[in-house]
């Protein structure tokens, strides 16, 4: 194998795990040291530069860097990352001064389309370059699905308001209750650019099933029911009530029931419990508040009586799957289950919905109903002055990864309005800096606690359920908080060897607690991989190879099983070794959103 170069920023990147799983890269480590040091307002600035709305995912994240945790690899349980995350938003200072404010106008003008967390990404990127910014939404306020979707008891309107709010301080135009239904219109006027960010916001509907129109008044497609439940024009439902779906929204909608008057709340789905795409912690909340999950249920028929909707039948069906792991739903010849019911919430998905744009704009669409896109780069349409993220992209995601896109887009605008080519893109800010502060000491906590994962403080059940807008989880406190983020491995904290320094006394693979250190004969990496003291089977990671070094062997390190422990440094007699953090921010179309951030 040729020596690894460690000047490629993704290098390094791709072995902070957690940061590199984050859709929006956010600096996981930084953050969560930041708590342990009580700098709860530093924490959160940490964040804001990256993922804009940090109380809000603290709360609602679908925490893509949780399974990628290095600490779930050593132990049954990672990081708490998501709830540290709101840690340090619950605790921070007023942070409003350290904020960046509106730029000197530059002349141009972008429209924004729809105020959710894409849009309102794009709005925080560009505002300090000077665009003057209109964003339209047909809601009363600004937040998109995270105000209308995500229910008060797990994200409460005041953290939202707050976070919502830091972005349209910054001297936004805003146009609520405002529907756009003409993109033409939009384009006629003076935009310089345009950013759709109106997420997919068309709930799936069953209007095939019989009894589906007879029973219409007691039927209900679950996103506009919580839109309706969000904006208190619905606030009671049946005492027995089905929400049909196995995502999210479907364990929003359950819940959500419960604290409207549902007595008896069933989810029922078509899949197994455990191809559910709801993440495991929401269905763990659902059961806990005793919402029973009936999976491998199709829905048959919408029973109705006398124009009254009284029940459903479902076909219980087994799955098989294929040697390629493909899924098929086969009935088991049982006779229909019959469920009885007063109101059913269809909560089977999303999809996109562009009755708005009109073909003579130029914008075309892919045969699922999604914009046709440059790339996941530019997120440019085939109109050049248009832009798409978040839902509205690539169809329904999660908020983290709509924020992900916001930034792309906003670096795409910013280049294409001055002219630039959107494929020249900025790259990201990167630094590597030893920690060494004497012969054994460390800038940061480099032994690996064994403290394990709490599992964050509930309202009592009774009391969470007669309040909708009581918010559930309490959050940790600040010392449950500091035991949490000890936990972390500070793998941002690398390994860096220097091989004209080493004279092979073995030290470091002698002291390393994971056997990941190795001195071999060089070969190609699928020869070199199971050779090693310990294998190095997954490839999804890389391994660190040296230059050759004084007797013809490399250094190999099996960056997957790493501890980042720092004794490899502390034993070595000649330096060879060092620890040094290394810091990776994407690039933003503003340069600078919080000052010092290296520092933080």
Same mark, same amino acid.
């Given at each position: 194998?040729?020596?690894?170069?460690?000047?490629?920023?993704?290098?390094?990147?791709?072995?902070?795990?957690?940061?590199?799983?984050?859709?929006?890269?956010?600096?996981?480590?930084?953050?969560?040291?930041?708590?342990?040091?009580?700098?709860?307002?530093?924490?959160?600035? +940490?964040?804001?530069?990256? /993922?804009?709305?940090?109380?809000?995912?603290?709360?609602?994240?679908?925490?893509?860097?949780?399974?990628?945790?290095?600490?779930?690899?050593?132990?049954?349980?990672?990081?708490?990352?998501?709830? =540290?995350?709101?840690?340090?938003?619950?605790?921070?200072?007023?942070?409003?001064?350290?904020?960046?404010?509106?730029?000197?106008? &530059?002349?141009?003008?972008?429209?924004?389309?729809?105020?959710?967390?894409?849009?309102?990404?794009?709005?925080?990127?560009?505002?300090? =370059?000077?665009?003057?910014?209109? *964003?339209?939404?047909?809601?009363?306020?600004?937040?998109?699905?995270?105000?209308?979707?995500?229910? !008060?008891?797990? *994200?409460?309107?005041?953290? =939202?308001?707050?976070?919502?709010?830091?972005? *349209?301080?910054?001297?936004?135009?805003?146009?609520?209750?405002?529907?756009?239904?003409?993109?033409?219109?939009?384009?006629?006027?003076?935009?310089?650019?345009?950013?759709?960010g109106c997420g997919a916001p068309r709930g799936r509907d069953l209007p095939n099933l019989p009894g589906r129109e007879e029973g219409a008044k007691n039927i209900h497609v679950g996103l506009d029911w919580l839109a309706n439940v969000a904006f208190k024009h619905t606030a009671k439902i049946g005492k027995k009530v089905i929400v049909l779906g196995?995502? &999210?929204?479907?364990?929003?909608?359950?819940?959500? !029931?419960?604290?409207?008057?549902?007595?008896?709340?069933?989810? +029922?789905?078509? !899949?197994?419990?455990?191809?559910?795409?709801?993440?495991?912690?929401?269905?763990?909340?659902?059961?806990?508040?005793?919402? @029973?999950?009936?999976?491998?249920?199709?829905?048959?028929?919408?029973?109705? $009586?006398?124009?009254?909707?009284?029940?459903?039948?479902?076909? $219980?069906?087994?799955?098989?799957?294929?040697?390629?792991?493909?899924?098929?739903?086969?009935?088991?010849?049982e006779e229909p289950v019959y469920v009885e019911c007063d109101d059913v919430l269809i909560a089977i998905g999303q999809e996109n919905a562009f009755p708005w744009i009109e073909k003579e704009t130029g914008i075309r669409f892919t045969s699922w109903g999604t914009p046709i896109i440059n790339d996941d780069e530019t997120f440019q349409s085939t109109?050049?002055?248009?832009?798409?993220?978040?839902?509205?992209?690539?169809?329904?995601? /999660?908020?983290?990864?709509?924020?992900?896109?916001?930034?792309?887009?906003?670096?795409? +605008?910013?280049?294409?309005?001055?002219?630039?080519?959107?494929?020249?893109?900025?790259?990201?800010?990167?630094?590597?800096?030893?920690?060494?502060?004497?012969?054994?000491?460390?800038?940061?906590?480099?032994?690996?606690?064994?403290?394990?994962?709490?599992?964050?403080?509930?309202?009592?059940?009774? $009391?969470?359920?007669?309040?909708?807008?009581?918010?559930?989880?309490?959050?940790?406190?600040?010392?449950?908080?500091?035991?949490?983020?000890?936990?972390?491995? /500070?793998?941002?904290?690398?390994?860096?060897?220097?091989?004209?320094?080493?004279?092979?006394?073995?030290?470091?693979?002698?002291?390393? @607690?994971?056997?990941?250190? &190795?001195?071999?004969?060089?070969?190609?990496?699928?020869? =070199?991989?199971?050779?090693?003291?310990?294998?190095?089977?997954?490839?999804?990671?890389?391994?660190?190879?040296?230059?050759? *070094?004084?007797?013809?062997?490399?250094?190999?390190?099996?960056?997957?099983?790493?501890?980042?422990?720092?004794?490899?440094?502390?034993?070595?007699?000649?330096?060879?070794?060092?620890?040094?953090?290394?810091?990776? /921010?994407?690039?933003?179309?503003?340069?600078?959103?919080?000052?010092?951030?290296?520092?933080?």
């Amino acid at each position: 194998m040729k020596p690894t170069n460690t000047t490629n920023p993704e290098y390094f990147h791709k072995v902070v795990d957690c940061q590199y799983a984050c859709p929006a890269h956010t600096p996981v480590p930084a953050y969560i040291r930041a708590i342990a040091q009580e700098r709860y307002s530093d924490a959160y600035m +940490i964040n804001w530069e990256s /993922n804009v709305f940090p109380g809000v995912l603290g709360r609602t994240c679908d925490r893509p860097c949780e399974p990628a945790c290095r600490r779930g690899r050593v132990e049954e349980e990672p990081v708490a990352i998501c709830r =540290l995350k709101r840690v340090a938003a619950d605790n921070k200072d007023d942070i409003r001064d350290r904020l960046p404010g509106a730029g000197a106008p &530059n002349g141009k003008k972008v429209a924004l389309i729809g105020g959710g967390p894409a849009s309102l990404t794009v709005a925080r990127d560009l505002a300090p =370059l000077g665009y003057e910014l209109h *964003l339209y939404d047909a809601q009363p306020k600004g937040g998109g699905f995270m105000r209308s979707e995500i229910p !008060s008891f797990r *994200l409460p309107e005041e953290v =939202l308001e707050e976070e919502v709010g830091y972005v *349209l301080d910054m001297g936004i135009h805003t146009h609520f209750d405002t529907y756009v239904d003409s993109m033409a219109d939009v384009l006629a006027k003076d935009y310089d650019a345009v950013f759709v960010g109106c997420g997919a916001p068309r709930g799936r509907d069953l209007p095939n099933l019989p009894g589906r129109e007879e029973g219409a008044k007691n039927i209900h497609v679950g996103l506009d029911w919580l839109a309706n439940v969000a904006f208190k024009h619905t606030a009671k439902i049946g005492k027995k009530v089905i929400v049909l779906g196995g995502g &999210n929204t479907a364990m929003d909608c359950c819940r959500t !029931s419960r604290r409207l008057g549902g007595e008896e709340v069933k989810v +029922i789905v078509r !899949s197994p419990f455990e191809d559910m795409k709801a993440s495991p912690w929401e269905k763990e909340d659902a059961i806990h508040e005793g919402i @029973p999950i009936l999976d491998n249920h199709v829905p048959l028929e919408f029973v109705v $009586k006398d124009g009254k909707l009284i029940g459903m039948k479902f076909d $219980k069906v087994e799955a098989q799957y294929d040697a390629d792991g493909r899924r098929k739903l086969v009935s088991t010849g049982e006779e229909p289950v019959y469920v009885e019911c007063d109101d059913v919430l269809i909560a089977i998905g999303q999809e996109n919905a562009f009755p708005w744009i009109e073909k003579e704009t130029g914008i075309r669409f892919t045969s699922w109903g999604t914009p046709i896109i440059n790339d996941d780069e530019t997120f440019q349409s085939t109109n050049k002055k248009v832009f798409f993220g978040g839902d509205a992209a690539f169809g329904p995601a /999660n908020i983290i990864t709509a924020v992900a896109h916001g930034h792309k887009a906003a670096v795409s +605008i910013d280049l294409y309005c001055n002219g630039q080519d959107l494929e020249d893109r900025p790259p990201p800010n990167v630094t590597l800096i030893s920690q060494k502060m004497g012969i054994h000491e460390w800038s940061y906590d480099s032994i690996p606690v064994d403290d394990k994962r709490e599992a964050v403080p509930l309202v009592a059940l009774e $009391k969470a359920l007669g309040d909708r807008d009581l918010e559930v989880e309490l959050g940790f406190d600040p010392e449950t908080a500091f035991v949490q983020a000890e936990r972390c491995l /500070n793998c941002d904290a690398q390994t860096v060897f220097t091989a004209p320094n080493c004279i092979e006394c073995d030290a470091c693979a002698d002291i390393c @607690p994971t056997s990941c250190i &190795n001195f071999v004969e060089n070969a190609p990496e699928d020869d =070199l991989r199971p050779r090693l003291m310990v294998p190095a089977d997954n490839p999804e990671q890389d391994l660190y190879v040296s230059d050759t *070094l004084n007797t013809g062997k490399v250094l190999v390190k099996d960056e997957d099983v790493c501890l980042h422990c720092g004794l490899c440094a502390e034993r070595c007699p000649t330096a060879a070794w060092d620890m040094q953090l290394f810091t990776y /921010n994407t690039a933003k179309a503003a340069p600078e959103l919080v000052p010092g951030l290296e520092a933080l």
